[in-house]
């Protein structure tokens, strides 16, 4: 019930509506303005406006989805017993001597490895990586492919913007009635700009940390984590390119991390 009212908070839809408003009021100044979109609808082309409308559509839709899903809360051992039962979370086939799972010190959850408690969220998260404020959810083992999606979507139409937004500012005119007209175009170009370096580096970064197989958390915190700073090795969830790959975007199950921790070190744990 917690995380039903975390994710339908008002503070939640006040920010899902600025990114909203934000997308269809930039869609509208490309539109109003004599860029190449706005020359193209006027001339009968309709193919390009409809193709740049409707990406943005999804981008909007994919943000809703992302902030709106369960990013893998840990639910109670009794639920959380059924739903491994029921979701046949991946092992690995060679025996493995169990992990001693930590209890969080918040929720009193028995946290699977890698599940981080979000004091955002009042809630334990499956394979955490983070709080994100834009999509006021967190992004977990669920929700993280999903969000790379949406940040690939999101910067095809950022880079497309910009390119719009830039054909219906000409500077060789600069005139204060020239910018008195096109202000909201230059604002929204800025606006482009700054949101597309960021696209990149959430983008860059998060494409880095999962071809790796690891986490933004475990990235920056390794020094704090219990199974990592107690681990010789230095990602032992690490399976190659390929496999982190496959099991990040093609896996549809769970996955019950204590499992693929070194043999070794699992006493230790």
Not at 260 to 269: K, R, T, V, W
Request: with cysteine.
């Amino acid at each position: 019930m917690r995380r039903r009212l975390g994710l339908l908070s008002r503070g939640g839809w006040v920010v899902r509506a600025a990114q909203t408003g934000l997308s269809w009021g930039v869609t509208a100044v490309l539109f109003l303005h004599p860029t190449d979109l706005r020359r193209q609808l006027v001339e009968g082309e309709l193919l390009q406006p409809l193709v740049f409308v409707s990406l943005v559509f999804i981008s909007v839709l994919l943000y809703y989805m992302v902030s709106l899903m369960d990013p893998g809360y840990v639910e109670h051992n009794e639920d959380e017993k059924e739903s491994v039962s029921k979701e046949q979370k991946i092992v690995i086939s060679q025996h493995v001597p169990a992990v001693q799972l930590r209890r969080c010190g918040y929720c009193m959850l028995k946290q699977p490895m890698r599940a981080k408690h979000c004091r955002e969220c009042q809630h334990c998260v499956r394979r955490y990586d983070h709080h994100c404020p834009w999509i006021e959810n967190c992004v977990g083992e669920r929700n993280h492919p999903l969000f790379i999606v949406y940040l690939a979507v999101q910067l095809g139409v950022l880079l497309w913007a910009m390119v719009v937004a830039w054909s219906g500012l000409h500077f060789k005119q600069f005139s204060w009635a020239w910018l008195q007209h096109t202000f909201f175009l230059l604002l929204s170009f800025l606006v482009i700009v700054v949101c597309t370096v960021i696209a990149v580096l959430l983008l860059g970064s998060h494409l880095y940390l999962i071809s790796c197989n690891t986490t933004t958390w475990e990235f920056m915190s390794r020094h704090r984590i219990s199974y990592l700073r107690k681990c010789e090795v230095e990602n032992p969830f690490d399976q190659g390119l390929f496999l982190n790959l496959w099991r990040f975007f093609c896996s549809c199950h769970l996955v019950a991390w204590e499992n693929l921790y070194p043999q070794e070190e699992s006493s230790g744990a």
